[in-house]
């Protein structure tokens, strides 16, 4: 069955550290893999996506089909980056269509 | 430009009301779905509908139904509202493709008291 697994709940760094959230997933297909981010009081956003290989606000993510690992890395962390992230994974649902399944999340705080 | 839209912020319901979260999407898209937030427990999938009418159960059904007359709404039931299913309730649209993601909603933070 497919599962993503976001090992830590809390992170905390100080800014201009490097942040690394950490993401792995189990999946027999080819997998298709999301960042999606939660400020506060904000809705739910895609971060970036896999397929794009793109970065966005200077966060990046890298396939690692051998590790089964998708982590969202930034080399200098700014308190702006303080949010809730979420992984995800696009798997069958159903015909030719696709739904995401998510990891439980990590908070990401950045200190000043 | 607000893409999908939840029709309330906040709710405060009572034990056994049968309670109607709506979502509109304006982009056509085919699927919709339905995730309550919890914390420390993620996103888990309520239900999802991939056309017009017709609905699949996800991960949490149970204590709860959805309804998909028209393409761009997707309603959520709690048919006798219940106050383990206080949580937030988020709404999403997809194209349905694998690499197409979603796009959510705002939240509907449901109380039931």
């Known amino acids: 069955a497919q599962r993503v697994t976001q090992p830590e709940k809390l992170l905390s760094v100080f800014k201009g550290a490097p942040v690394e959230l950490k993401c792995n997933y189990s999946?027999?297909?080819?997998?298709?893999l999301f960042w999606y981010v939660q400020y506060s009081r904000q809705r739910l956003q895609l971060l970036l996506r896999?397929?794009s290989r793109e970065s966005i606000k200077g966060f990046t993510a890298d396939l690692n089909k051998g590790e089964t690992s998708f982590h969202l890395k930034k080399p200098f962390a700014q308190e702006e980056d303080s949010a809730m992230y979420y992984c995800?994974?696009?798997?069958?649902?159903?015909?030719?269509?696709?739904?995401?399944?998510f990891g439980k999340g990590t908070l990401l705080t950045v200190n000043p | 430009d607000v893409k999908v839209t939840q029709s309330s912020r906040y709710l405060v319901k009572r034990t056994g009301e049968k309670v109607f979260l709506e979502c509109v999407q304006d982009?056509?898209?085919?699927?919709m779905f339905w995730y309550r937030q919890d914390p420390g427990l993620g996103l888990r999938l309520i239900y999802f509908?991939?056309?017009?009418?017709?609905?699949e159960k996800g991960d949490i059904p149970e204590g709860y139904s959805v309804s998909r007359e028209k393409k761009e709404r997707f309603s959520l039931i709690l048919e006798s509202a219940s106050t383990n299913q206080t949580s937030m309730y988020l709404c999403?649209?997809?194209?349905?493709?694998?690499?197409?993601?979603?796009?959510f909603g705002s939240g509907t933070r449901l109380t039931v008291v």
């Open positions: 999403a649209s997809s194209p349905g493709t694998m690499f197409s993601g979603y796009t």
């Open positions: 982009m056509d898209h085919e699927n």
């Open positions: 896999h397929i």
């Open positions: 995800a994974l696009s798997v069958m649902g159903g015909g030719s269509n696709y739904k995401l399944t």
């Open positions: 999946y027999s297909g080819s997998p298709e």
């Open positions: 509908s991939y056309d017009v009418k017709m609905k």
